[in-house]
Antibody, heavy 114, light 106 residues
Framework: QRQLVQSGPEVKRPGTSVKVSCRGSGFIFKGSAVQWARQARGQPLEWLGWIVFNTGDTNYPQSLQQRVTITRDMSTSTVYIELSSLTSDDTAIYYC???????WGQGTLVAVSS | DIQMTQSPSILSASIGDRITITCRASQSIDRSLAWYQQKPGMAPKLLIF???ILETGVPSRFSGSGSGTEFTLTIGSLQPDDFAIYYCQQYDRPCSFGQGTTLEIK
């Protein structure tokens, strides 16, 4: 069954970092790119970046370029997103997906609270 | 970064209506555009990719058109299950989403 499975919910303190994983059936990622997006409650989707799985090339929006890092582990077909210097504005559901989004992860809630 | 502008933000319609949602890109993106449907508490669901290709399993009442900077999503005859939020996404340089269109029952 083709699917993307994300890691569980996270609660973080302001100023810290969070790393969320996304594991896919191997053939989903082969030769393709994987994106990350997030959605705060009641807000639209926000694109966070992508990684080309085979090459490791990445691209991020200018607004987050200093704080976001996307990596991958080819041996486990897993993609990661790490976001640093967290604030309450980073509280959201984080999604991974293929490009375009034929397949999406189930979402991971990241809550930032003191 | 390319900006995507959707209109309208909110659309009120009735069962059986034909509706159109528009998405405009700040620069040409050729046909690198996808449309998604999202319901509360769920991940987005792909409806259309490459501007006009219907995703497998999506009802044929959904259609997409356009190229360059202007794109449309049309639902031919609204069904109860279609009331949701719709997003466009360009995946040309590199990616960005529109702000969404809420389709509500009139």
């Amino acid at each position: 069954q083709r699917q993307l499975v994300q890691s569980g919910p996270e609660v973080k303190r302001p100023g810290t970092s969070v790393k969320v994983s996304c594991r896919g059936s191997g053939f989903i990622f082969k030769g393709s790119a994987v994106q990350w997006a997030r959605q705060a409650r009641g807000q639209p989707l926000e694109w966070l970046g992508w990684i080309v799985f085979n090459t490791g090339d990445t691209n991020y929006p200018q607004s987050l370029q200093q704080r976001v890092t996307i990596t991958r582990d080819m041996s486990t077909s897993t993609v990661y997103i790490e976001l640093s210097s967290l604030t309450s504005d980073d509280t959201a559901i984080y999604y991974c997906a293929t490009i375009p989004g034929h397949y999406w992860g189930q979402g991971t809630l990241v809550a930032v609270s003191s | 970064d390319i900006q995507m502008t959707q209109s309208p933000s909110i659309l009120s319609a009735s069962i059986g209506d034909r509706i159109t949602i528009t998405c405009r890109a700040s620069q040409s993106i050729d046909r690198s555009l996808a449309w998604y449907q999202q319901k509360p508490g769920m991940a987005p669901k792909l409806l259309i990719f490459k501007a006009s290709i219907l995703e497998t399993g999506v009802p044929s009442r959904f259609s997409g058109s356009g190229s360059g900077t202007e794109f449309t999503l049309t639902i031919g005859s609204l069904q109860p299950d279609d009331f949701a939020i719709y997003y466009c996404q360009q995946y040309d340089r590199p990616c960005s989403f529109g702000q969404g269109t809420t389709l509500e029952i009139k």
